[in-house]
Protein backbone atom coordinates (compact mmCIF):
# COMPACT_ATOMS: atom_id res chain seq x y z
CA UNK A 1 0.00 0.00 0.00
CA UNK A 2 1.54 3.17 -0.89
CA UNK A 3 0.50 6.48 -0.34
CA UNK A 4 1.35 10.24 0.05
CA UNK A 5 0.94 12.36 2.92
CA UNK A 6 -0.73 15.05 0.01
CA UNK A 7 -3.14 12.59 -0.56
CA UNK A 8 -3.80 12.36 3.09
CA UNK A 9 -3.92 16.09 3.59
CA UNK A 10 -5.79 16.66 0.50
CA UNK A 11 -8.80 13.84 1.65
CA UNK A 12 -8.90 15.66 5.31
CA UNK A 13 -9.68 19.03 2.97
CA UNK A 14 -12.02 17.66 1.50
CA UNK A 15 -13.59 15.98 4.61
CA UNK A 16 -13.33 19.39 6.50
CA UNK A 17 -14.70 21.60 3.83
CA UNK A 18 -17.36 19.35 2.01
CA UNK A 19 -16.59 20.20 -1.76
CA UNK A 20 -13.94 20.00 -4.10
CA UNK A 21 -14.30 23.27 -4.91
CA UNK A 22 -13.44 24.12 -1.54
CA UNK A 23 -10.54 22.32 -0.43
CA UNK A 24 -8.90 23.39 -3.98
CA UNK A 25 -9.05 27.32 -3.22
CA UNK A 26 -7.83 25.82 0.42
CA UNK A 27 -4.84 23.75 -1.10
CA UNK A 28 -4.36 26.01 -3.64
CA UNK A 29 -4.84 23.53 -5.75
CA UNK A 30 -6.58 22.84 -9.02
CA UNK A 31 -9.86 21.38 -8.99
CA UNK A 32 -8.78 18.24 -11.28
CA UNK A 33 -5.80 17.86 -8.81
CA UNK A 34 -7.82 17.39 -5.92
CA UNK A 35 -10.32 15.14 -7.61
CA UNK A 36 -7.18 13.17 -8.43
CA UNK A 37 -5.84 12.87 -5.45
CA UNK A 38 -8.83 12.14 -3.53
CA UNK A 39 -9.28 9.13 -6.47
CA UNK A 40 -5.64 7.69 -6.00
CA UNK A 41 -6.20 7.58 -2.12
CA UNK A 42 -9.12 5.67 -2.44
CA UNK A 43 -7.28 3.52 -5.14
CA UNK A 44 -4.63 2.91 -2.46
CA UNK A 45 -6.99 2.24 0.34
CA UNK A 46 -9.02 -0.24 -1.81
CA UNK A 47 -12.87 1.44 -0.53
CA UNK A 48 -15.13 4.37 -1.49
CA UNK A 49 -14.63 7.33 0.29
CA UNK A 50 -16.49 9.46 -1.04
CA UNK A 51 -20.72 9.18 -2.96
CA UNK A 52 -20.86 11.41 -6.33
CA UNK A 53 -23.63 12.39 -7.61
CA UNK A 54 -24.72 15.28 -9.41
CA UNK A 55 -21.02 17.48 -8.68
CA UNK A 56 -21.97 16.82 -5.27
CA UNK A 57 -19.65 14.48 -2.90
CA UNK A 58 -20.92 13.01 0.40
CA UNK A 59 -18.49 11.10 2.51
CA UNK A 60 -19.40 7.11 3.21
CA UNK A 61 -18.62 5.52 6.63
CA UNK A 62 -15.44 4.28 5.87
CA UNK A 63 -14.49 7.93 4.94
CA UNK A 64 -15.89 8.74 8.22
CA UNK A 65 -13.73 6.32 10.18
CA UNK A 66 -10.65 6.62 8.57
CA UNK A 67 -10.75 10.46 8.89
CA UNK A 68 -11.15 10.06 12.71
CA UNK A 69 -7.91 8.72 12.70
CA UNK A 70 -5.75 10.38 10.55
CA UNK A 71 -6.72 13.70 11.66
CA UNK A 72 -4.26 13.57 15.16
CA UNK A 73 -1.88 10.90 13.25
CA UNK A 74 -1.47 13.77 10.65
CA UNK A 75 -1.61 16.31 13.43
CA UNK A 76 1.74 14.46 15.13
CA UNK A 77 3.61 13.79 12.70
CA UNK A 78 3.59 17.80 11.17
CA UNK A 79 4.11 18.66 14.99
CA UNK A 80 7.16 15.90 15.18
CA UNK A 81 8.83 16.94 11.78
CA UNK A 82 8.31 20.60 12.67
CA UNK A 83 9.80 20.18 16.03
CA UNK A 84 13.20 18.41 14.68
CA UNK A 85 13.69 20.52 11.50
CA UNK A 86 13.31 24.38 12.75
CA UNK A 87 14.15 23.32 16.66
CA UNK A 88 11.88 23.12 19.92
CA UNK A 89 14.06 26.30 21.11
CA UNK A 90 12.55 28.56 18.37
CA UNK A 91 15.63 29.98 17.42
CA UNK A 92 15.25 28.58 14.23
CA UNK A 93 13.04 30.95 11.68
CA UNK A 94 9.66 29.26 11.98
CA UNK A 95 7.78 27.87 9.21
CA UNK A 96 5.11 25.77 8.03
CA UNK A 97 0.99 26.59 8.63
CA UNK A 98 -0.50 28.26 11.91
CA UNK A 99 -4.01 27.45 11.50
CA UNK A 100 -6.47 30.31 13.65
CA UNK A 101 -9.70 30.04 14.83
CA UNK A 102 -10.97 32.35 17.03
CA UNK A 103 -14.19 34.67 17.88
CA UNK A 104 -15.43 37.04 15.08
CA UNK A 105 -16.01 40.82 17.05
CA UNK A 106 -13.19 39.88 19.22
CA UNK A 107 -11.11 39.06 16.15
CA UNK A 108 -11.61 41.90 14.29
CA UNK A 109 -11.80 43.90 16.93
CA UNK A 110 -8.60 43.24 18.53
CA UNK A 111 -7.02 40.28 17.73
CA UNK A 112 -6.05 40.99 14.06
CA UNK A 113 -3.07 43.38 14.72
CA UNK A 114 -1.78 41.51 17.58
CA UNK A 115 -1.43 38.23 14.63
CA UNK A 116 -0.10 40.68 12.37
CA UNK A 117 2.99 41.43 14.56
CA UNK A 118 3.30 37.24 14.94
CA UNK A 119 3.26 37.66 11.07
CA UNK A 120 5.65 40.17 10.83
CA UNK A 121 7.93 38.87 13.02
CA UNK A 122 7.96 35.32 11.47
CA UNK A 123 8.06 36.17 7.65
CA UNK A 124 8.45 32.27 6.57
CA UNK A 125 5.14 31.27 8.44
CA UNK A 126 1.98 30.93 6.71
CA UNK A 127 -0.97 31.37 8.85
CA UNK A 128 -4.46 30.84 8.14
CA UNK A 129 -7.20 32.72 10.53
CA UNK A 130 -10.71 32.23 10.37
CA UNK A 131 -13.01 34.17 12.21
CA UNK A 132 -16.56 32.64 13.18
CA UNK A 133 -18.44 33.06 16.92
CA UNK A 134 -19.19 28.73 16.11
CA UNK A 135 -17.26 26.94 18.85
CA UNK A 136 -14.87 24.90 15.96
CA UNK A 137 -13.62 21.36 16.73
CA UNK A 138 -10.17 22.19 16.53
CA UNK A 139 -8.91 18.76 15.59
CA UNK A 140 -11.64 17.16 13.11
CA UNK A 141 -11.52 20.85 11.22
CA UNK A 142 -7.37 21.11 10.99
CA UNK A 143 -6.71 24.25 13.49
CA UNK A 144 -3.36 24.09 15.71
CA UNK A 145 -5.32 26.68 18.23
CA UNK A 146 -8.67 28.37 18.76
CA UNK A 147 -9.76 31.23 21.10
CA UNK A 148 -12.47 30.94 22.99
CA UNK A 149 -14.51 33.22 25.43
CA UNK A 150 -15.76 32.25 28.32
CA UNK A 151 -15.54 28.76 30.36
CA UNK A 152 -13.94 26.07 28.89
CA UNK A 153 -15.98 22.74 27.99
CA UNK A 154 -13.58 20.38 26.26
CA UNK A 155 -11.99 18.82 28.65
CA UNK A 156 -9.82 17.37 25.59
CA UNK A 157 -8.12 20.75 25.07
CA UNK A 158 -5.09 22.08 26.73
CA UNK A 159 -5.63 25.84 27.85
CA UNK A 160 -3.78 28.24 28.59
CA UNK A 161 -5.57 31.58 30.59
CA UNK A 162 -4.82 34.89 28.65
CA UNK A 163 -6.54 37.26 30.37
CA UNK A 164 -10.39 37.62 31.27
CA UNK A 165 -13.12 40.35 30.61
CA UNK A 166 -15.80 40.91 32.87
CA UNK A 167 -19.52 41.39 31.35
CA UNK A 168 -21.11 44.52 31.67
CA UNK A 169 -25.22 45.11 31.60
CA UNK A 170 -25.81 47.94 29.22
CA UNK A 171 -28.82 50.17 27.58
CA UNK A 172 -28.62 53.34 25.69
CA UNK A 173 -29.49 56.27 27.88
CA UNK A 174 -32.57 56.86 25.55
CA UNK A 175 -34.27 53.62 26.23
CA UNK A 176 -33.61 53.86 30.17
CA UNK A 177 -35.22 57.03 29.85
CA UNK A 178 -38.07 55.52 28.23
CA UNK A 179 -38.61 52.61 30.16
CA UNK A 180 -36.49 53.47 33.23
CA UNK A 181 -33.18 51.56 34.81
CA UNK A 182 -34.06 48.03 36.85
CA UNK A 183 -32.02 48.13 40.28
CA UNK A 184 -31.90 44.39 40.56
CA UNK A 185 -31.57 40.96 38.13
CA UNK A 186 -34.94 40.13 38.41
CA UNK A 187 -36.72 43.02 37.45
CA UNK A 188 -34.91 42.54 33.53
CA UNK A 189 -37.90 40.50 33.27
CA UNK A 190 -40.29 43.55 32.80
CA UNK A 191 -37.52 44.81 30.32
CA UNK A 192 -37.19 44.44 26.36
CA UNK A 193 -33.90 42.54 26.21
CA UNK A 194 -31.49 41.17 23.55
CA UNK A 195 -29.50 37.78 23.18
CA UNK A 196 -26.25 36.34 21.95
CA UNK A 197 -27.76 33.19 19.44
CA UNK A 198 -25.00 30.71 20.19
CA UNK A 199 -25.80 30.35 24.35
CA UNK A 200 -29.38 30.27 25.81
CA UNK A 201 -30.82 33.13 27.83
CA UNK A 202 -29.99 31.31 31.28
CA UNK A 203 -26.46 30.68 29.98
CA UNK A 204 -26.45 34.35 28.98
CA UNK A 205 -27.84 36.61 31.78
CA UNK A 206 -26.04 35.31 34.91
CA UNK A 207 -24.73 36.98 38.10
CA UNK A 208 -23.28 36.71 41.27
CA UNK A 209 -24.71 36.53 44.51
CA UNK A 210 -23.55 35.68 47.78
CA UNK A 211 -20.45 33.47 45.89
CA UNK A 212 -23.32 31.52 43.85
CA UNK A 213 -24.35 32.17 40.25
CA UNK A 214 -27.67 32.57 39.49
CA UNK A 215 -29.98 33.25 36.47
CA UNK A 216 -33.13 35.35 36.78
CA UNK A 217 -36.09 34.27 34.90
CA UNK A 218 -35.69 36.51 31.54
CA UNK A 219 -36.90 36.21 28.23
CA UNK A 220 -35.14 37.88 25.32
CA UNK A 221 -37.27 39.82 22.51
CA UNK A 222 -34.18 39.90 20.19
CA UNK A 223 -31.54 37.51 18.99
CA UNK A 224 -28.32 38.32 17.45
CA UNK A 225 -25.53 35.43 16.27
CA UNK A 226 -22.66 38.60 16.43
CA UNK A 227 -22.17 40.32 19.85
CA UNK A 228 -21.51 43.97 17.96
CA UNK A 229 -24.48 43.08 16.59
CA UNK A 230 -26.44 42.92 19.95
CA UNK A 231 -24.20 46.29 20.81
CA UNK A 232 -25.69 48.16 17.87
CA UNK A 233 -29.28 47.24 19.07
CA UNK A 234 -28.78 48.63 22.30
CA UNK A 235 -27.43 51.54 21.24
CA UNK A 236 -30.44 51.93 18.86
CA UNK A 237 -32.79 51.98 21.86
CA UNK A 238 -34.21 48.23 21.05
CA UNK A 239 -33.31 46.95 24.89
CA UNK A 240 -30.72 46.00 27.50
CA UNK A 241 -28.23 43.64 27.03
CA UNK A 242 -25.16 41.86 28.59
CA UNK A 243 -22.30 41.68 26.59
CA UNK A 244 -17.94 41.36 27.54
CA UNK A 245 -16.29 44.74 28.07
CA UNK A 246 -14.36 44.35 24.89
CA UNK A 247 -17.61 45.16 22.54
CA UNK A 248 -19.13 48.00 24.75
CA UNK A 249 -16.16 49.92 26.00
CA UNK A 250 -16.02 52.77 23.24
CA UNK A 251 -19.39 52.69 23.34
CA UNK A 252 -19.25 53.43 27.12
CA UNK A 253 -16.97 55.58 27.11
CA UNK A 254 -18.54 58.23 25.01
CA UNK A 255 -22.15 57.86 26.34
CA UNK A 256 -23.94 55.83 23.74
CA UNK A 257 -24.42 53.08 26.21
CA UNK A 258 -25.18 53.34 29.73
CA UNK A 259 -23.48 50.53 32.32
CA UNK A 260 -26.54 49.28 34.52
CA UNK A 261 -26.73 47.07 37.48
CA UNK A 262 -22.92 47.21 38.04
CA UNK A 263 -23.38 45.58 42.08
CA UNK A 264 -25.10 42.53 40.52
CA UNK A 265 -21.93 40.93 40.15
CA UNK A 266 -22.14 39.71 36.25
CA UNK A 267 -19.61 37.43 35.82
CA UNK A 268 -15.33 37.29 34.51
CA UNK A 269 -15.09 35.84 31.57
CA UNK A 270 -11.63 33.60 30.92
CA UNK A 271 -10.10 34.32 27.17
CA UNK A 272 -8.47 31.28 26.86
CA UNK A 273 -6.02 30.28 24.14
CA UNK A 274 -6.89 26.33 23.31
CA UNK A 275 -5.36 23.42 21.14
CA UNK A 276 -5.34 19.74 21.09
CA UNK A 277 -3.11 18.04 22.64
CA UNK A 278 0.40 17.30 20.83
CA UNK A 279 3.92 15.99 22.05
CA UNK A 280 5.79 17.28 21.32
CA UNK A 281 4.65 21.33 21.18
CA UNK A 282 5.68 22.63 17.63
CA UNK A 283 7.65 26.11 18.32
CA UNK A 284 5.30 27.88 16.32
CA UNK A 285 2.27 27.14 18.53
CA UNK A 286 3.99 27.75 21.37
CA UNK A 287 5.95 30.82 20.32
CA UNK A 288 2.09 31.88 19.10
CA UNK A 289 0.95 31.21 22.59
CA UNK A 290 3.75 33.43 24.43
CA UNK A 291 3.11 36.06 22.01
CA UNK A 292 -0.62 36.03 22.51
CA UNK A 293 -0.16 35.82 26.23
CA UNK A 294 2.48 38.50 26.61
CA UNK A 295 0.21 40.92 24.15
CA UNK A 296 -2.95 40.36 26.71
CA UNK A 297 -0.77 40.14 30.13
CA UNK A 298 -2.37 43.59 31.09
CA UNK A 299 -6.36 43.40 30.02
CA UNK A 300 -5.50 45.66 27.13
CA UNK A 301 -6.09 46.76 24.93
CA UNK A 302 -9.50 47.82 26.11
CA UNK A 303 -9.59 49.09 29.10
CA UNK A 304 -10.56 52.34 29.18
CA UNK A 305 -10.28 55.54 31.81
CA UNK A 306 -12.91 56.65 33.89
CA UNK A 307 -14.83 53.03 34.21
CA UNK A 308 -14.09 49.65 34.81
CA UNK A 309 -13.09 47.51 32.02
Given at each position: ??Y???E?E ?17 L ?22 F ?28 A ?10 G ?76 Q ?6 A?L ?18 S?A ?11 Q ?26 A ?15 R ?9 EG ?10 V ?9 KL ?24
Amino acid sequence: MRYSLDEIETFLTVMELGTVTAAAARLNLSKSVVSKRVSDFEATVGAALFRRNAGRITPTEAANRLAERLRPALSELIAATESTAWGMDGAAPLRGTLAIAAPMSFGTMYLSPIIARFAADNPELELRVDYDDRTRDLAREGYDIGIRIGDARDGALMARKLCEDRQHVVASPAYLERHGTPDTPSELREHQLMSYAHLTDAALWQFQQNGRRFSPEVRSRLTFNNGEAVRDAAIAGLGIAILPGFITADARRDGRLVQILEGAGTRALPIMAVWPQVTPVPAKLRLFIDHLAGELAGGAPWAWQGGSR
